[in-house]
Each structure stands twice: as C-alpha cells, then as structure tokens.
C-alpha cells in the first residue's frame, strides 16, 4: 500500500468526493490560490476551478453560516475555518445556527456540510493559537465530531463526512500534517462511531484520541519494556461515540486511562471516565485516569507549554499509578 | 522617528536570526517594510493615550517605548519578558506605555479599542485609543460592528488600517468587494483618509490631524495607509504568491532610506550621526539578545499563575 501524509489525504478524499459528487463544494481562507495553509487543499482548484474551490475574505461567521445557506438548498459545502481557533469567531453560527436547524425546524432540513479546521498545540503558538477544545462541541448536540489520528482514518471519514446528510466538524491535529500512513489505491469509506484497537493489550485501557493516539501508543511501548500491555484505543469519531468498544476493553482490562490534549475541566475525559464508572464500577480494579492539558491558557514559553499540554510521558505516569 | 524605525529594523533582523537558530518558537509575523506607519502614526499619540496592534506588533510596542530588552525576552520565552513568557510575539503587552496588546485573532481587538475608548469617554477624559488593522482584518463582522458603535457613541478611536494588500496569501482585491478601505468607514459616517504608509512624515502629518479631531471628541476615524510587508505572511511563509517584481518595486520605496535621504538634503543631519543611529540600534538589539538569551526561563511553578487573581474579591 502507497504512503501518503496526513495533508496529502484530505487532498485525495476531497478530489475523490468533488469528482463523484458535482454539488461538492469547497471554501475558505486560502483555499485555493495558496492551496490552503497546511497544504490541505493544495491543487483543488486546479483542477475544480474556482467556481468550487472558493478563496473567502477572513469571515468565519459568513463563511459557515454561507456553507449552512447552501447545504440547505442543494449544495454539500466543505468549509474551511484554518485552525479552530478562528472557529469561535463562527461559534453563533456553529452551535445556535448549523447544530439547530434540522431539529428546531422538526426535521424538515438536513445540513450537508464539513466544517474542517485544525486542532492543536505544542508548536509555542500561545493562548490564542492552541485550542483543542473538540469537548465543546461534543457537548453540543446536533453536530458530529470527527477527529482521525492517522492518513487512512482521514481519507476514510473525511469521505463519509462529506456524504453525511449531518453537519459534521472534522478536526485535524496540526501537529499530524507531516505525518505518514498507508492507505490503499482503491476507494474506501469508514464508518462512524467505530472505534479501532490501534494496539491489543490485557493489563490497561488507554483512550486517544487525534495526536494523542500516537503518544498513547508510545506510551505503551515504554510500558510493554516493563511488563505491562496496554490496549490503545482510538475512537475516531467522538460523536457519535462507539462506547461498547471501550467498556469492551475495559471490562476485560479492568483499569483505564482516558488522554487527551483538551482541558481536563469538564472534558471529553470527564465524560469517559464517568461513562466507563457508570456501567463498569464493580468490574474496575482502580480509579479511570485522566490524563488532559491543565487548566490554563496555553503558554508561549516551551517549557511551560511542555508542563501545560499532556505527553506520553503523562500517560505512561497514569498507568503506572494504577498498575503497580 | 528616524531611530525608532532603525531600531524596528534591526530588532526585527535580530529576531529573524533567533528564530533561525531556534531561540524564537512558534509564530513570528516580522513587520520589515511597514516601519514608517507604526513609527508615524504613534508618535502622533501623548504618551498616556492607549495603543493596541494585531500578531504584528513587534514595532508598536517600540515605539510606544517598551524596553527592547523585555520584548525580545518575551520572544525568547523569558521570565523576564513584557509578558513573563507566556505571550510571544504575538502578544506584547505593556500596561505601563499604555500599549494595551497584540491579537492573534484577525480582527478581535477592535471592540475592545472602542471599549477603551468609551471608558475615556465615560471617565471624562481627553485621551485617545489608536487600533492597528491590516486589509484582511476589514472584512470582519467585528471590524463593522466596532466601527459602528465607536460613531454612534463618538468613542474617541483612531482605526489605522494598515493595507499591505495581502491578508496571508489572498490579494485585497479577492477579499474585499469594495477595497478602498477608507471609505468602507463612511458607510458609519466616520471620516475615512488614505495615506502612503512608506512615508513616515506624511503618516505623522495625518495621524496628529485625525488625533487632534478624535481628541476634541468629535467621534472616530478610519486611517489607511498603504503599505508593504517585504517578507512573507509569517516566518514560515515564503510569500510566492507575490511577484518578485512587485516586491523589488515597493522596497525602492523604502520607507528609512527615504526619511535618510530627505533629512540630508535638508541638511538636518550628516551621514555620520547616521551612522551613530545604526550603531546605536544595533547595539541596543544586541543588548537586548544578550539579556534575553541569559534570562531565566519562567520557573515551572508559574504555569498556573495570573490564571485568575488570587482574591476572590471577598
Ligand atoms: C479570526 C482569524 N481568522 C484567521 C486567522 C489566520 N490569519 C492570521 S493573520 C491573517 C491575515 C490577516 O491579514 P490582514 O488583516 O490584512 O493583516 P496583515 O497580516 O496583512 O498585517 C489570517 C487569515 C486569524 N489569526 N484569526
């Protein structure tokens, strides 16, 4: 199977998608002349013109708020907010607007269209620049959350994404764009709310998710030298969320660590870590750990942004607080 | 004027290089070419009026006279930078030259200019709030609402957009329907002047006019200077969708040059005091790289800090 990176694959599963599908569209800032800022789009509007490759001015509101005016009328939209941090500038249109419409206006509208966005710190952007904050949406029904740790998971759900009848919120972790991974020549899709065991293991259940997959299975690595076999399990889709995988794993692990790179307060891992209580509770040998970022704005200086986010280091101490 | 933009330059170059050997992280949005509309247009304001900037910011934080040395700390990371490590070059803040930050969202500054300038309003005073735009920034929904409400108060603010034609890499004329940026402020109602931003003099000139008619209260104004950045976007854009030629047309327009050039004729200096400017910036950067590259990284137990106040106001 050819390796491709991680910008390579929204490329490929966006030209797949506009060649099938006609009323596939594309927009945002830098899209398409730039060929986008992390190279995602990069040849789209070559080969789709401008027509469908659409370069915006710097307006998030209008650009989602456009893309939910055409995807209900007949076209499939897949905006581009750059990095999520631009999105809380479109959060009115995102969460009062796109996650409303089909429900408030009962059922007589369906919002085909991909927001995508990058996610992520660890490069010294400071506060304003390393938002991974994928909770807030998840807490909001009436959008899905995709989040792909791997080039393969993203050709395959960024796919499904974009013939999705739901409004979906795909986020890609900036600091995966270089990666690589395998994929196969021919086409495929990948279904939500399907978690993948991205590693076996009997003594330990870690919950990843995006780049924190990849330090999650580092982890394990470190862990594996000193006896103990870690299952890494990476949802992919945080709504829907395949829950049964992961009490799966649990209940026969019977310990878990959830690691994410978003706040700890009140986040995803909160909810995993209560879910996993909740139908697990007499099966569980120790308390679920989380490992997350701490609760503060992302600082500029590397070795406070090094204390501030989580690593594999982090999840291998989490483990071993519940394993020895 | 003339030292302050030799000194923006060569702090800049400074920067560049740390950057390049890796002492400088993240985004670093350099501002070489455009000196002379952060240089003109402060020096218009009384040392206690508010200034507030975008990513870009390195050189009004200068000129409104932060110390070289705290801001290339912050660059640096340092305990003893202008923000104690945790802001970057986005970010410099100087609450004491009343220089109220650099935003690293496009547009999202802007209400809180107007905000500053209600409070000098409400409090009776007669000081004034300057807020630095790029182009891009004027096709945010803030950017409408600001002004909106900044003329219907008559908020003492002076928006500068500073039109270097390019927000990232999307050209002005494929972001703004309309790209006379001057006038987009008289659909408010607000007095709208276009300036060459490669003209230090001429962007002083406007800029004490419209700051002496925003001082008065007779509400805001909107100022575009057009200008040009040499380099890319950020540190990691190399700028290819701009024309060498269109690059090498504007640097023959050079704002430092210029200024040089005209103060010699007038036989206002000679080109040995010149040539003490340029050492002197040049020592102050060097100076300043020192201070920062032997500076304490902030200790561990700050990561928490300044979060909230310790008070809980009880
Ligand atoms: C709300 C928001 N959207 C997008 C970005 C990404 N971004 C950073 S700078 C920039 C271009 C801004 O252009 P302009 O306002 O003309 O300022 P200039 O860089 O030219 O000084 C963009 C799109 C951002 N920082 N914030």
Redesign the pocket.
């Given at each position: 199977m050819p390796e491709i990176r991680y910008f390579e694959a929204v490329q490929r599963a966006l030209a797949e998608e506009m060649t099938r599908d006609e009323r596939v569209y594309v927009l945002g800032?830098?899209v398409g002349l730039v060929g986008g800022?992390f190279r995602a789009t990069e040849g789209l509007m070559a080969e789709f013109g401008a027509r469908r490759v659409r370069d915006t001015p710097?307006a998030?509101a209008a650009i989602i708020g456009m893309a939910m005016g055409s995807a209900m009328s007949g076209l499939r939209p897949v905006a581009e907010?750059?990095?999520l941090?631009?999105g809380?500038?479109a959060m009115d249109q995102i969460i009062n607007h796109v996650s409303k419409a089909r429900y408030m206006f009962g059922g007589q509208v369906s919002l085909p269209m991909v927001i995508r966005a990058a996610v992520g710190g660890g490069t010294q952007k400071s506060a304003?620049?390393s938002h991974s904050v994928e909770s807030w949406f998840v807490n909001t029904p009436g959008i899905r959350v995709i989040v792909p740790s791997t080039p393969y998971d993203l050709v395959g759900l960024l796919k499904t994404s974009v013939r999705s009848e739901d409004p979906i919120l795909f986020l890609e972790h900036e600091g995966l764009y270089g990666s690589r991974g395998e994929i196969p020549e021919e086409e495929y899709l990948l279904p939500f709310g399907v978690a993948e065991v991205k590693r076996p293991g009997r003594d330990v259940t870690i919950v990843a998710w995006s780049k924190m997959v990849h330090e999650a299975l580092k982890a394990a690595e470190i862990l594996s030298r000193e006896g103990i076999e870690a299952e890494v399990i990476d949802p992919r889709t945080l709504d829907p969320l395949d829950i049964d995988t992961i009490l799966g794993s649990v209940a026969r692990t019977r310990r878990a660590v959830i690691a994410e790179e978003g706040w700890r307060n009140v986040g995803m891992g909160a909810e995993l870590s209560s879910r996993i209580q909740e139908h697990l509770f007499y099966e569980l040998e120790a308390p679920v750990q989380r490992v997350a970022a701490a609760d503060v704005p992302t600082p500029y200086a590397k070795n406070l942004e090094k204390l501030a986010l989580p690593d594999a280091q982090r999840v291998v101490d989490a483990v071993l607080k519940i394993t020895l | 004027m003339y030292e302050d933009m030799v000194l923006i330059r060569r702090f800049e170059e400074g920067a560049a290089e740390a950057y390049a050997d890796g002492l400088i992280g993240g985004f670093m949005?350099l501002y070489i070419g455009?000196e002379a509309v952060a240089t003109g247009a402060i020096t218009a304001l009384n040392h206690d009026d508010y200034a507030l900037g975008?990513?870009?910011v390195h050189a009004h934080a200068l000129v409104r006279g932060s110390s070289p040395r705290s801001l290339m700390a912050e660059l640096y990371g340092r305990a003893t930078g202008c923000c104690k490590g945790k802001g970057g070059s986005m970010h410099f803040f100087d609450a004491e030259k009343y220089f109220m930050g650099g935003y690293?969202?496009?547009?999202?500054h802007l209400p809180i200019a107007a905000g500053l300038g209600l409070s000098m309003q409400m409090q009776g005073n007669d000081r004034v709030v300057m807020a630095f735009?790029?182009?891009?920034?004027?096709n945010?929904g803030v950017f409408h609402e600001s002004l909106n409400m900044a003329k219907l108060w008559d908020l003492p603010v002076v928006f500068v957009c500073?039109?270097?034609?390019?927000?990232?890499g999307?050209d002005?004329r494929n972001s703004s329907a309309f790209n006379e940026i001057h006038k987009k402020a008289q659909g408010y109602g607000i007095p709208g002047h276009v300036v060459n931003g490669m003209d230090v003099l001429a962007v002083r000139e406007a800029c004490e006019e419209m700051v002496r008619h925003v001082r008065q209260g007779s509400g805001p104004v909107l100022i575009e200077a057009r200008c040009y950045?040499y380099g890319g976007?950020?540190m990691t854009d190399a700028g290819k969708y701009r024309s060498v030629a269109e690059a090498e047309l504007w640097k023959k327009r050079d704002p430092i040059p210029r200024l040089a050039k005209s103060m010699l004729e007038a036989g206002i200096v000679d080109q040995e005091r010149l040539d003490q400017i340029a050492e002197k910036a040049n020592a102050t950067v060097i100076d300043a790289m020192m201070y920062a590259e032997e500076s304490p990284v902030p200790d561990a137990s700050s990561l928490y800090d300044d979060v909230y106040v310790e008070n809980h106001g009880a």
């Open positions: 800032e830098d800022t710097i998030e907010l750059m990095t941090n631009f809380i500038v304003q620049h | 949005h455009q975008t990513y870009r690293g969202i496009v547009g999202g735009l790029g182009d891009g920034a004027s945010q500073e039109n270097n034609f390019y927000g990232i999307t002005v950045r976007h950020s």
